[in-house]
């Protein structure tokens, strides 16, 4: 499965492309972070980051698309912006006919470092071992919309998918219950941190 | 000058067009409510929106696009959900090479009955007097697209048009120097109740 995780931003819009077997391992397909200038009018700033997620719908041809779930923050306007942008992602979804997953920040820093208040540059750390790169992916939106993807891939599309049409996109990309021999290290490291923090029911720990 | 309003919204999203002469007499062409069902998956109701704001802009061929501007509410997720339509509105504009105008809610109140912080239903009453109707536009949805409009039309474009590429819809909808006889009772009424809050240098009274 083919899924396009997507970190909404007016700024820095992050586009990651990621191939799931359905197990644990995943693979980049691709990754890119579309930007605009605030100088420049927001609905023009729209239409361009809309143009770089239909090129990518296009060109990569994705089976489903995975969002960031925009909350309010402390800054009021840039969540405006965020929304707008996480709004014409989610329409591109359904113009292309792709399902469409939201996950919250909390839920993404969980399913890639067994922590959902993890450090920004830890969830760039494990995103590069997750998916064996040599470095990891810069900027932090690039890393990010990966992280989205691969979050998406791990807690199961058909828990958390905003689609009531889809029926066929059941069950993949849930959890597999056999961890088999195909892991990284990485990922076997994640799958036991996960284990373990399933077991002592702390998915989101707090700070120490 | 041909002006749609957009007064975003998930559940109701109200669309108004409207002909503005350039001066104070101004008339309402069409209003719509797209509305869409919280049960839907919200991808699903911005396309459904996303239709309905198609439709009005090729049929009515408007020459700008006016939509309030999303501010963060008590209630966050209707925000959200606010946000991600006023950001469809947005590249709608932008993809159909439409000025955009963006008001805020009490700019939009001010427009109409010259007090910023006016109740919803002296808007709904307002916007039938300036429109001459015979009676308020139902629900208030549309009453607040038709506002956005009106607001548009009066407030003048240049100075708050969210556009930087489109010089040459500079002054037009300025507020007009010569306030001539064309104007209906209920416009007389609106001018000399904006002049004599000018006057006092209070756009925005405080509740009594």
Same mark, same amino acid.
């Given at each position: 499965m083919r899924?396009m995780?997507?970190?909404?931003g007016?700024?820095?819009?992050g586009?990651?492309i990621v191939?799931s ?16 200038k605030p100088?420049m ?8 980051i809309?143009n ?13 698309l ?10 009021v306007r840039s969540v405006t =912006?965020t929304?707008?942008v996480?709004?014409i992602? @989610?329409l %591109?979804? +359904?113009?292309?006919g792709?399902?469409?997953?939201m996950?919250?920040p909390?839920?993404?820093k969980?399913a890639?470092?067994?922590n959902g208040?993890?450090?920004?540059a ?5 995103v590069q071992?997750i998916l064996?790169l040599?470095?990891p992916p ?5 890393a990010?919309?990966l992280?989205?993807?691969i979050?998406?891939a791990?807690?199961?599309?058909a ?11 059941g069950g993949?990309g849930m959890l597999?219950r056999?961890e =088999?021999e195909?892991?990284t290290?990485a990922q076997? @490291?994640? %799958?036991? +941190?996960?284990r373990l923090?399933?077991r ?5 720990p707090?700070k120490p």
């Amino acid at each position: 499965m083919r899924i396009m995780g997507v970190d909404p931003g007016m700024t820095r819009c992050g586009i990651g492309i990621v191939e799931s077997n359905g197990g644990r391992r995943i693979s980049m397909v691709a990754v890119d972070v579309a930007r605009t200038k605030p100088e420049m009018a927001p609905h023009h700033r729209l239409l361009m980051i809309w143009n770089a997620i239909e090129h990518a719908i296009k060109f990569y041809k994705p089976d489903v698309l995975a969002v960031e779930r925009v909350f309010a923050q402390e800054n009021v306007r840039s969540v405006t =912006g965020t929304a707008q942008v996480a709004g014409i992602v @989610m329409l %591109a979804a +359904a113009q292309s006919g792709l399902p469409l997953g939201m996950h919250t920040p909390s839920e993404v820093k969980a399913a890639v470092t067994g922590n959902g208040r993890a450090e920004k540059a830890q969830v760039q750390l494990m995103v590069q071992r997750i998916l064996t790169l040599d470095e990891p992916p810069r900027p932090r939106d690039a890393a990010d919309a990966l992280a989205i993807a691969i979050c998406h891939a791990w807690r199961g599309g058909a828990l958390h998918m905003e689609d009531t049409d889809r029926s066929q996109h059941g069950g993949a990309g849930m959890l597999p219950r056999a961890e =088999g021999e195909d892991l990284t290290p990485a990922q076997r @490291m994640w %799958a036991n +941190a996960e284990r373990l923090s399933r077991r002592h029911g702390a998915v989101e720990p707090k700070k120490p």
